[in-house]
């Protein structure tokens, strides 16, 4: 279901433009120099992710990665929602996710975006951005796959969107999770071929 557009189209263009500023401040890159991690895309796969992050051995700069992407979303879609309307919210979570992906301040090499999806899932959606970080959790537990934690939470929340009564926001989430599903199209390779790294428990 495509939402209704009711805010005038250069209203949501300004918003738009915006939400993508937002959405494209790398700070994976900003937290590794920060803490003394080096150059981001220098490390590991090279992503500017939460997860490439997590790889240097820095667990609180992961997390504070994974937090602040999550939170550029949602700050983005909450704030045209509260300033505009439920329209206005959906181009800004798309707009914003779309400048994780190819953030302009970075030559457009951005993220694969599993951080800012679910952000933007819980501000179009609460209950919808449980579930998907649900899902993300147990996933992850049973697999110690992070890129297919990511891609399973992602793929199932438009259908979490649909059966909990959010039709309206199904259309952006399709639209964002095969952005995911593009962006992680050499893990999907990796884990057929069962060559994914995954992330070691910890020993007890």
């Known amino acids: 279901m495509i939402p209704d ?68 979303g949602a700050v983005a879609a909450l704030l045209a929602g509260w300033l505009i309307g439920p329209d206005a919210a959906q181009a800004a979570a798309l707009a914003a996710f779309i400048g994780h992906l190819y953030p302009v301040y970075i030559g457009f090499r951005g993220g694969k975006g599993v951080a800012t999806f679910i952000g933007i899932t819980l501000a179009l959606a609460w209950p919808v951005g449980l579930a998907t970080c649900a899902t993300w959790i147990i996933t992850f537990k049973a697999s110690r796959y992070s890129s297919l934690a990511g891609l399973t939470a992602c793929g199932m929340s438009s259908i979490y969107a649909g059966f909990m009564g959010y039709a309206p926001i199904v259309a952006v989430l399709v639209v964002a999770k095969l952005l995911v599903f593009y962006k992680h199209r050499e893990n999907i390779i990796r884990l057929w071929n069962r060559t994914e790294p995954r992330f070691k428990k910890k020993p007890r």
């Open 5 to 72: 557009l009711v805010t005038p189209l250069w209203l949501l263009g300004l918003v738009g433009l915006g939400s993508y500023a937002l959405g494209s401040i790398p700070f994976g890159v900003v937290i590794a120099r920060a803490m003394g991690l080096g150059d981001l895309r220098a490390i590991g796969s090279g992503n500017i992710g939460a997860t490439n992050v997590m790889r240097t051995g820095n667990k609180a700069a992961g997390v504070a990665t994974f937090a602040l992407d999550a939170l550029k």
